[in-house]
């Protein structure tokens, strides 16, 4: 069984820091475009793409969870 770690993406959203920021700040600029008024598409359609990117990362690195 592979080691997960605290940046398990499917705990986290995020494999690396970095990622884990970036949604973050989209998480904090939704709930700002919420309280406004104004659309989240765009922004929700980002922070998928970003935690899409990281099941990718981790699934190529440590295999699928199924797999195990």
Do not use: C
């Amino acid at each position: 069984m592979a080691k997960r770690t605290y940046l398990d993406p499917r705990q986290m959203g995020a494999d690396n820091i970095g990622d884990a920021a970036r949604l973050f700040l989209l998480g904090v600029r939704i709930v700002r475009a919420e309280n406004r008024g104004k659309s989240t598409k765009r922004l929700e359609n980002k922070a998928d793409r970003l935690q899409q990117e990281a099941f990718d990362r981790w699934d190529a690195k440590y295999g699928a969870p199924d797999e195990a």
